[in-house]
């Protein structure tokens, strides 16, 4: 066992839209204060829901940090389950941000694959956390929604080479509090980085975060 820290970065989003209080940031910052045990540097961070502002954050967090796995957290207006996400989208970014501005391209990477996966098995994730008996549901998806958080997701997936993960949290109180969704958060991630450390492992053998499957789309 190696006894050097293990750097994880945890993002949460300003408000946006009807969301005057962004439910992610709550909880990252709820995740901050319960923190993820001895052996781990947590580095908490703000996003802006702005696209540019994105592209030039993402990767001087990356680069300064070297974290060994960079999760983020959004809010979903239809979510009522703390949602993991299995990849992110490089196309299809047509709404526009807290700037009023959109990509002209509604591209995300110009030359990117269509969809990056994860590294984590969120599947494997969700099964942990829910069996172990939390009080907060967890589910998985494959559509982070073509906005800032799908945006967000891909750009980090590209730049960590899959050892990013997504989380949507629904809004407060629907139905749970923020408290709730720190100690939800924490779970997730403590299995996450337990995942991130196998795949690591096993990196030297083969490279597997690109995706193959065919993504449904689905109204956001």
Same mark, same amino acid.
């Given at each position: 066992?190696?006894?050097?820290?293990?750097?994880?970065?945890?993002?949460?989003?300003?408000?946006?839209?009807?969301?005057?209080?962004?439910?992610?940031?709550? @909880? !990252? /910052?709820? &995740?901050?204060? +319960?923190?993820?045990? $001895?052996?781990?540097?947590?580095? %908490?961070?703000? *996003?802006? =829901?702005?696209?540019? @502002? !994105? /592209?030039? &954050?993402?990767? +001087?967090?990356?680069? $300064?940090h070297?974290?060994?796995? %960079?999760?983020? *957290?959004? =809010?979903?207006?239809? @979510?009522?389950?703390v949602?993991?996400?299995?990849?992110?989208?490089?196309?299809?970014?047509?709404?526009v941000?807290?700037?009023?501005?959109?990509?002209?391209?509604?591209?995300?990477?110009?030359g990117?694959?269509?969809?990056?996966?994860?590294?984590?098995?969120?599947?494997?994730?969700?099964?942990?956390?829910?069996?172990?008996?939390?009080?907060?549901?967890?589910?998985?998806?494959?559509?982070?929604?073509r906005?800032?958080?799908?945006?967000?997701?891909?750009?980090?997936?590209?730049?960590?080479?899959?050892?990013?993960?997504?989380?949507?949290?629904p809004?407060?109180?629907?139905?749970?509090?923020?408290?709730?969704?720190?100690?939800?958060?924490?779970?997730?991630?403590?299995?996450?980085?337990?995942?991130?450390?196998?795949?690591?492992?096993?990196?030297?053998?083969?490279?597997?975060?690109?995706?193959?499957?065919?993504?449904?789309?689905?109204?956001?």
């Amino acid at each position: 066992m190696m006894s050097t820290k293990r750097t994880v970065i945890v993002t949460g989003f300003e408000p946006f839209g009807d969301h005057t209080v962004n439910a992610s940031w709550v @909880a !990252v /910052q709820e &995740l901050e204060r +319960l923190g993820l045990g $001895q052996s781990v540097d947590l580095y %908490v961070c703000e *996003v802006p =829901v702005e696209y540019q @502002a !994105v /592209q030039s &954050l993402l990767p +001087l967090l990356w680069k $300064q940090h070297q974290p060994q796995l %960079v999760v983020h *957290v959004g =809010v979903s207006g239809i @979510a009522t389950t703390v949602t993991l996400e299995k990849c992110g989208h490089n196309h299809g970014y047509k709404r526009v941000d807290n700037c009023s501005f959109c990509p002209d391209s509604q591209c995300c990477m110009d030359g990117g694959p269509d969809c990056i996966d994860s590294v984590i098995d969120m599947d494997l994730v969700c099964k942990r956390v829910n069996s172990s008996r939390l009080g907060v549901a967890v589910s998985v998806s494959k559509d982070a929604g073509r906005y800032l958080c799908d945006y967000t997701y891909y750009t980090s997936l590209y730049l960590g080479k899959g050892r990013s993960a997504f989380v949507h949290v629904p809004p407060l109180e629907k139905p749970y509090s923020a408290q709730d969704l720190g100690r939800a958060l924490q779970a997730v991630v403590g299995e996450m980085l337990e995942l991130v450390g196998q795949a690591e492992d096993d990196d030297h053998h083969h490279d597997h975060h690109h995706c193959s499957h065919q993504h449904h789309q689905h109204a956001h």
